[in-house]
């Protein structure tokens, strides 16, 4: 089986990382006041995390990565900080995982997810959804929704019809038609939504290309307003706290 798409075989301490991820986020979930497991519909792993600020003039959706079919909204609880330093309020995102059920379900969420959040009196007028890996796939597929009013893709995978024949498809099963089907870079729609592109400068070579072809794509749609930054000495896990720390307002 082909493994184009094994981030460890650029970040060899891949487990080392992800464990601090989880080892930090357990600080902020001790530390800061948070509402956990929030549940937005009526389907497995149909929750969320809400870390507030008061009076926040601007709320981010983080939608984590895993290649829809590992980790938890609550290994990303380190981005929390960084954000509160800025008066910005956050929500962990969950939704459900391959493969117990398939990708159009995860999109399905969260589409729900941001119809329960617009809906909710902590909410702020500025909202930014974020997500990573997957998760820029997952937000991507819901760039029209009325809630997001800016959209920042961390190392995403917007055509899925390379997976098709990689390891990754062990679970999620996807066909051809599938992955077509599910690709945000084969169906971009107009929109106006303003699109942040990001990706590390250390990543797969199948993950710089991924982001280029959809950024290429969002192009050839004039209204759309999209930038690319290619992020120097930066991989796939790293740059969460590029981002976080250093660019996010």
């Not at 900080?81 to 990708?103: D, T």
């Not at 038609?177 to 070579?205: I, K, N």
């Amino acid at each position: 089986m082909n493994r184009p798409y094994d981030n460890a075989t650029t970040v060899p301490s891949e487990a080392a990382i992800l464990a601090d991820f989880q080892n930090r986020s357990k600080r902020v979930y001790r530390h800061y006041v948070h509402m956990a497991d929030i549940r937005y519909a009526n389907s497995p792993r149909a929750i969320m995390d809400v870390f507030p600020v008061k009076q926040a003039q601007k709320t981010v959706i983080f939608v984590h990565g895993g290649y829809w079919q590992w980790c938890e909204k609550s290994d990303f609880a380190f981005i929390v900080p960084a954000l509160h330093e800025q008066n910005i309020q956050c929500v962990l995102l969950e939704y459900a995982l391959a493969p117990l059920v398939l990708v159009d379900l995860m999109i399905e969420q969260v589409h729900q997810a941001l119809d329960f959040i617009q809906h909710q009196d902590w909410i702020t007028e500025h909202v930014v959804v974020v997500g990573h890996s997957a998760g820029a796939h997952l937000t991507a597929m819901n760039l029209t929704h009325p809630l997001v009013q800016k959209a920042v893709l961390l190392s995403g995978l917007y055509d899925l019809r390379p997976l098709c024949d990689t390891h990754l498809n062990q679970a999620l099963q996807l066909s051809l038609d599938d992955a077509e089907r599910l690709s945000p870079v084969v169906h971009t729609l107009s929109h106006d939504t303003p699109c942040e592109l990001y990706c590390g400068a250390d990543e797969l070579q199948e993950i710089k290309w991924q982001s280029e072809q959809f950024y290429h794509a969002l192009k050839g749609l004039n209204q759309i307003r999209v930038e690319l930054h290619l992020l120097k000495d930066v991989n796939h896990y790293s740059i969460l706290d590029a981002y976080f720390r250093h660019i996010a307002t």
